[in-house]
């Protein structure tokens, strides 16, 4: 027999019993067969208890792990926000209106900075149209 066996027995006058067989070795190395006996009704209520606390802590953790998730989707999704209630703002009469950003070093500063070297570049340039030809006018 190598390592410890487990094994369920049922005893009379004692009711279900957890009965652990190993094989060891005396201190003259003879083998010797090492047997221990415990209640079964005790590891079933840890096992209950843990059950009742899987079973109470899991939607806890869930409700948390949502809030948690929601909060963290809102904050990443403010600028965003703001911006498209910039651009709602923004009309046909308040073109010289733009839009404000917060963090130039993400990719919504690196859009709004592209957008107004654009706007740069035509002001400089003036306002230009081409014709069919493809020939400015």
């Not at 070795?25 to 415990?38: F, K, Q, V």
Request: aromatic share 6%; proline share 3%; glycine share 4%.
């Amino acid at each position: 027999m190598r390592g410890a066996q487990y094994s369920t027995i049922e005893l009379e006058n004692l009711g279900r019993d957890r009965l652990l067989s190993m094989a060891i070795r005396d201190t003259e190395s003879r083998p010797l067969m090492l047997r221990a006996l415990g209640s079964q009704k005790a590891l079933d209520q840890d096992f209950q208890s843990y059950i009742w606390t899987l079973l109470t802590l899991a939607p806890i953790v869930i409700a948390v792990s949502l809030v948690a998730s929601y909060l963290w989707a809102a904050r990443a999704l403010l600028p965003i926000q703001r911006i498209n209630a910039s651009a709602k703002r923004i009309s046909a009469e308040r073109l010289e209106e733009r839009l404000t950003v917060e963090n130039p070093n993400d990719e919504i500063g690196d859009q709004n900075r592209i957008d107004r070297q654009r706007s740069e570049f035509i002001h400089d340039k003036g306002s230009f149209h081409f014709c069919v030809s493809g020939q400015q006018t």
